[in-house]
Antibody, heavy 122, light 108 residues
Framework: QVQLVESGGGVVQPGRSLRLSCAAS????????MHWVRQAPGKGLEWVSV????????HYADSVKGRFTISRDNSKNTLSLQMNSLRAEDTAVYYC???????????????WGQGTLVTVSS | DIQMTQSPSSLSASVGDRVTITCRAS??????LNWYQQKPGKAPKLLIY???SLQSGVPSRFSGSGSGTDFTLTISSLQPEDFATYYC??????????FGGGTKVEIK
């Protein structure tokens, strides 16, 4: 069965960096676009970033553009999110999610991980 | 960016009630509208895609309708496990993917 397992969250000071990972299993990882979505405490869902199935393209929300970098290693079935210059407003649970269409990046998110909490605080 | 507005933001209902949640897009998005269910402390779950298609494994009491700018999610007979927060999402004009603010369905 499809499994997505995030890791790497924690408490970090403003201005510092953190790297999140998402380990995928149960499907052919290299066939699917992958997304990061976050949710601040008590708030709604905010899309963060997407990477194409082959890693050759990506997009970011304006709120993280220039600070976050999405990447993937299809040989290791792993998705990553490098987060630099972190701000208090980046505090959230970060979810990785699979795009619902093979080789697509539709944004229709059919499987989600359990999430990892990032807290940015001094 | 396309803005998604859900209403109501919360509602109270009883088991067995018919529940309708609406979602409005700031411009036409054809049928590029998905619905998710999220329970406390859990990841969202895809319920409906392309406005009216039921995701595999989702009970048939859930249904979606609409096109253009106005959409609805209907639960025909509310069950105890349906108490959750529901989000709409547009995928017509991406990036960015955008979500509605959510509708919390609570027990009356």
């Amino acid at each position: 069965q499809v499994q997505l397992v995030e890791s790497g969250g924690g408490v970090v000071q403003p201005g510092r960096s953190l790297r999140l990972s998402c380990a995928a299993s149960g499907f052919t990882f290299s066939n699917y676009g992958m997304h990061w979505v976050r949710q601040a405490p008590g708030k709604g869902l905010e899309w963060v970033s997407v990477i194409w199935y082959d890693g050759n393209n990506n997009h970011y929300a304006d709120s993280v553009k220039g600070r976050f970098t999405i990447s993937r290693d299809n040989s290791k079935n792993t998705l990553s999110l490098q987060m630099n210059s972190l701000r208090a407003e980046d505090t959230a649970v970060y979810y990785c999610a699979r795009d619902g269409r093979i080789t697509g990046t539709t944004g229709e998110l059919d499987y989600w991980g359990q999430g990892t909490l990032v807290t940015v605080s001094s | 960016d396309i803005q998604m507005t859900q209403s109501p933001s919360s509602l109270s209902a009883s088991v067995g009630d018919r529940v309708t949640i609406t979602c409005r897009a700031s411009q036409s998005i054809s049928s590029y509208l998905n619905w998710y269910q999220q329970k406390p402390g859990k990841a969202p779950k895809l319920l409906i895609y392309a406005a009216s298609s039921l995701q595999s494994g989702v009970p048939s009491r859930f249904s979606g309708s609409g096109s253009g700018t106005d959409f609805t999610l209907t639960i025909s007979s509310l069950q105890p496990e349906d108490f959750a927060t529901y989000y709409c999402q547009q995928t017509y004009s991406t990036p960015p993917v955008t979500f509605g603010g959510g509708t919390k369905v609570e027990i009356k």
